[in-house]
C-alpha cells in the first residue's frame, strides 16, 4: 500500500517504510524529525523541470507528462521496482516537501506506483 505525507507531518507507526521523494532537503526539517527510512533522490523532477513548473497548478498537467518520462528512466525505474517490492509487503509513505497537497511530482509518483501494482496484477 502507498500513501503520501507531507515531510513537516510527524512521523507516525501507520507510515511503514518512509521515503523521500524530493531532490533537495526540505528547509528547516532535522534527519530525526523526518524519520526516513530512505532519500530517494532518483524518483525527483529534474532540476530543469522543478523549475519550470515552480508549483504553477494551471502547469500540473504538462508538468506530468514531462516527470512521467523522467520516471521511465533506468535509475528511477530501478528505485520504482524496489518501492513495489516494498508496498507488496507493507505500508510506503512518499515523503514530500509541497505545499500543495495535490499539484506534487508525489502524487503523480503516487499513481506511477498504482498503475504499475494493477498492471502487474493483470499479468
Given at each position: 500500500m502507498f500513501r503520501t505525507k507531507r515531510a513537516y507531518e510527524p512521523a507516525g507507526p501507520e507510515d511503514g517504510y518512509r521515503v523521500l521523494v524530493e531532490r533537495l532537503w526540505p528547509r528547516g526539517?532535522?534527519?530525526e524529525r523526518a524519520a526516513l527510512d530512505h532519500w530517494a533522490k532518483e524518483?525527483?523532477?529534474s532540476p530543469a523541470l522543478r523549475t519550470w513548473y515552480g508549483h504553477d497548478p494551471e502547469?500540473?498537467?504538462a508538468f506530468t507528462v514531462r516527470y512521467r518520462k523522467e520516471l521511465a528512466a533506468p535509475a528511477a525505474q530501478a528505485v520504482?521496482?524496489?518501492l513495489r517490492?516494498?508496498?507488496a509487503r507493507g505500508p510506503v509513505t512518499l515523503v514530500y516537501a509541497a505545499h500543495d497537497e495535490e499539484h506534487n511530482s508525489a502524487m503523480v509518483l503516487?499513481?506511477?506506483l498504482e498503475r504499475a501494482r494493477r498492471k502487474a496484477k493483470r499479468r
Amino acid at each position: 500500500m502507498f500513501r503520501t505525507k507531507r515531510a513537516y507531518e510527524p512521523a507516525g507507526p501507520e507510515d511503514g517504510y518512509r521515503v523521500l521523494v524530493e531532490r533537495l532537503w526540505p528547509r528547516g526539517l532535522t534527519k530525526e524529525r523526518a524519520a526516513l527510512d530512505h532519500w530517494a533522490k532518483e524518483v525527483s523532477p529534474s532540476p530543469a523541470l522543478r523549475t519550470w513548473y515552480g508549483h504553477d497548478p494551471e502547469r500540473f498537467e504538462a508538468f506530468t507528462v514531462r516527470y512521467r518520462k523522467e520516471l521511465a528512466a533506468p535509475a528511477a525505474q530501478a528505485v520504482i521496482a524496489d518501492l513495489r517490492r516494498r508496498g507488496a509487503r507493507g505500508p510506503v509513505t512518499l515523503v514530500y516537501a509541497a505545499h500543495d497537497e495535490e499539484h506534487n511530482s508525489a502524487m503523480v509518483l503516487l499513481r506511477e506506483l498504482e498503475r504499475a501494482r494493477r498492471k502487474a496484477k493483470r499479468r
